[in-house]
């Protein structure tokens, strides 16, 4: 069983990207890193709780020109692969954010932020 954040390093990983395991200052192309970046517990019923999880894809974009081309391939291709893969909790996976800053003279930070909810049952 795997879990959506296996399932993003995946569909990357099939978009020819390199997949780091930790967060760096600079990234080369065509690499990047998928990490937690949230999480909201919510209390549904009185035997359920709902856990959010937020995940952010981090990488550099050193061309302007490619920005929209390249977060709009990777939103449509990883959601299109994450919701289909029949992993626990991944249907309700959608990209929810996206964060664009400058790093050093025309390098940009893009950080692409998506969220999936999962069902806790107890009692």
């Keep these: 069983m795997t879990t959506c954040r296996e399932e993003v390093i995946k569909s990357l990983k099939n978009l020819k990207w390199k997949v780091n395991n930790q967060r760096q200052e600079k990234y080369a192309p065509n690499e ?9 517990v919510e209390i549904d019923t009185t035997e359920s709780y709902i856990f959010h999880t937020d995940l952010t894809i981090e990488y550099n974009e050193d061309d302007p020109r490619r920005l929209n081309e390249r977060i709009v391939s990777i939103l449509s291709h990883v959601e299109a692969d994450v919701v289909s893969s029949g992993a626990d ?8 954010d996206q964060q664009v800053g400058t790093t050093l003279g025309t390098t940009m930070n893009i950080k692409l932020i998506c969220d999936y909810k999962e069902i806790v049952y107890h009692g």
């Design 32 to 40: 990047c890193v998928v990490y937690v970046s949230g999480v909201k």
């Design 89 to 96: 909790w991944c249907t309700s996976f959608k990209f929810q």
